[in-house]
């Protein structure tokens, strides 16, 4: 019993660190989205490479918090 009490310790810690991790990606995708926006509308230019890192930040931030948002 020790031994799953422990287990169930570790990976709500693991949880709680990889949650705090991806909580910094969440920022640093709101200001790749707010300089894809700013670029596109008042500059006039379109960066496909920055919407396709939106994409990609997008989904590692949602496959990682999924466990942290849950518990």
Request: proline share 0%; charged share 15%.
């Amino acid at each position: 019993m020790k031994f799953i009490t422990a287990y169930i310790k570790f990976v709500d810690n693991l949880n709680e660190k990889i949650g705090n991790w991806v909580s910094w990606l969440t920022a640093l995708l709101t200001l790749v989205v707010c300089y894809d926006v700013f670029v596109r509308y008042f500059l006039k230019e379109s960066s496909v490479g920055f919407q396709e890192f939106e994409w990609h930040l997008f989904a590692i931030i949602f496959l990682l918090s999924a466990a942290y948002s849950s518990s």
